[in-house]
């Protein structure tokens, strides 16, 4: 049996092959047995554990309790927001900084209402149902919700209480609603610079494609954030951010470039040379924002163009953690759409397998497997993309 099972009418109603399936099922339990087994191996994952690993989240609630004290630049003071996390956490060694912007102080001041267990529970069901939201809207039927949920990246993203599902969501809806409703794609690219290096493609490919309602949409949308935090919180919260984000840039991070699912990580893991590591992800960077432009440009498919775009924004930015790879859900998603409809090229699945396969194992491996899958989805739009351009039959419906 194929992987896949198309509808003789419409590929709108094809149906997952049963193989497929289990395999999604199995992903969904792997996920859910591994969260269980972390927090039992880890007494609780909301407080520091016996190995001194400390979730991110703490420094969302840690950041609004600093700025419900008047204090709102010593937000992004290490030594002054370690002691509020620590009343959350427990004692543990170094520093946890907040990275964010400081629109997105407004978001850390609403959580801090609420006792750090419940806005953890709070900050990871409505951003995964946003996440899980947008995957349904981009395939178009409840099978969006399954694969959702069955998406690696998944486990990495709640283990630590970190934004990889709603920069997933907006992402992911700003594309799915972009041909429709240009101004609240716009909205929702300009709610993303909330973490500006996941949008650094954005305004060259909405040039390249014309889409200046959409720029002009997410332009006024960040200005506006901007506005709204500088008359929330002072003038001072955003000389902080920057000097905030200098000490993170400068720190030593030797055992992080394991972590790191760039470009950039990945030539660090093999040189210690900071030069080769950053020619490397400008190349990176070049290629995609160029390859990206050219798809906008031509005249593929609308899927090819909204993943060929989310898998771009991830090969651009040379800060990519393992919890920022849920995107990767979005451009996979639109390859199934485009599946579903008129059906998979020959190996195609496949491909997506091993994309899947490669976040899978990253918790075994504490390597840049996860900038190899995104490569791997590159090269799948990429080959959807050159169809067209050579006037190939581009679509061949798998059958059972």
């Known amino acids: 049996m194929a992987d896949y099972a198309m509808s003789p009418e419409h590929g709108a109603g094809a149906k997952l092959g049963r193989a497929t399936e289990l395999i999604c099922f199995a992903l969904i339990v792997a996920n ?61 060694d170094g520093f946890l900084s907040w990275p964010y912007p400081p629109p997105f102080l407004s978001v850390a001041v609403a959580l801090s209402l609420l006792p750090y267990a419940v806005a953890f529970i709070v900050w990871m069901f409505g951003t995964f149902t946003a996440y899980v939201v947008a ?23 709640v283990m630590v209480g970190q934004t990889g599902f709603l ?46 309602r959409v720029f002009a949409a997410a332009a006024i949308v960040a200005v506006l954030m901007i506005a709204a935090s500088w008359a929330a919180f002072g003038g001072e919260t955003w000389p902080a951010f920057f000097r905030g984000i200098g000490l993170i840039a400068h720190s030593d991070g030797s055992a992080y470039w394991g972590k ?26 070049l290629i995609a924002a160029g390859g990206v432009s050219i798809i906008w440009r031509s005249r593929c498919a609308y899927e090819i163009k909204a993943a060929a775009l989310g898998t771009g924004v991830l090969m651009a ?12 859900a979005v451009p996979l998603a639109f390859l199934i759409r485009l599946g579903r409809t008129s059906g998979f090229l ?18 075994f491996v504490q390597a840049p497997v996860g900038f190899i899958a995104v ?15 050579s006037g190939a039959p581009q679509l061949r419906p798998l059958k059972a």
């Open 167 to 212: 920069s997933a969501a907006l992402i992911g809806g700003a594309l799915t609603v972009m041909e429709r409703r240009p101004i609240a794609a716009g909205a929702m690219i300009g709610l993303l610079t909330y973490k500006p290096h996941l949008g650094l493609l954005f305004p060259v490919v909405l040039v390249a494609g014309g889409r200046y």
């Open 260 to 285: 790191l699912q760039s470009a950039f990580g990945l030539a660090h893991a093999f040189s210690d040379s900071a030069a080769v590591a950053w020619t490397t992800q400008l190349a990176t960077a």
């Open 317 to 328: 930015t040379p800060h990519l953690l393992p919890y920022d790879l849920v995107v990767l």
């Open 375 to 389: 490569l791997v989805v590159a090269a799948l739009i990429a080959r959807r993309a050159l169809a067209v351009q």
């Open 135 to 157: 995957i349904r809207a981009i395939i178009g039927d409840r099978l969006g919700y399954f694969l959702a949920a069955a998406f690696p990246a998944v486990l990495a993203n």
């Open 32 to 92: 859910l047995v591994y969260l269980i087994a972390f927090s039992v191996q880890c007494s609780c994952p909301l407080v520091s554990n016996a190995a001194g690993d400390v979730p991110d989240f703490v420094t969302f609630w840690a950041a609004g309790r600093v700025v419900r004290a008047d204090h709102a630049a010593a937000a992004y003071d290490w030594p002054t927001l370690k002691p509020v996390e620590e009343s959350a956490v427990g004692h543990f």
């Open 346 to 363: 020959r190996h195609e699945l496949s491909g997506i397998g091993l994309a899947c396969l490669l976040l899978l194992i990253y918790p």
